[in-house]
């Protein structure tokens, strides 16, 4: 069996009008419900990316993350989209990885010139807590 390592790739950052859009691509070993869990659940945000203080997972559901503000989930299909609209939209798209793992094609779009946060170091306390547990 091959073990996949983990990665981050940050891609382009495109600007249309006032809106910016950054994309990440994620190659996880963990299978998608391990991270899934990590990016859609109270418990999985808190441990990597900030404290839930409302969390109605479905479409259309309450959001709020301290630090980052509240809004609504946008997009919502299990263990495959998962859509915020907190600092702009944040949007976590799951793949079955090959052989194994997961791809996390993951964008943020937001306005203005504003820098946006530190997106590579979550993403490295997101690995961090995926290979702990």
Do not use: C, N
């Not at 079955?96 to 946060?117: N, Q, S, W």
Request: charged content about 25%; cysteine-free.
């Amino acid at each position: 069996m091959t073990r996949s390592i983990p990665s981050i790739e940050e891609g382009a950052t495109e600007t249309r009008e006032d809106t910016r859009t950054l994309h990440y691509l994620l190659r996880l070993p963990q299978p998608v419900d391990k991270v899934w869990a990590a990016v859609a659940t109270p418990e999985g945000l808190r441990g990597w990316l900030a404290a839930v203080e409302v969390f109605e997972p479905r479409l259309g559901g309450a959001v709020a993350l301290h630090g980052l503000g509240s809004g609504r989930i946008t997009a919502w299909d299990v263990e495959r989209v998962a859509e915020y609209t907190v600092e702009g939209r944040v949007r976590f798209h799951l793949e079955p990885g090959v052989p194994d793992g997961t791809t996390v094609r993951f964008t943020h779009a937001y306005e203005g010139e504003r820098k946006p946060p530190g997106w590579r170091a979550r993403f490295e306390r997101l690995l961090d807590v995926l290979t702990a547990s």
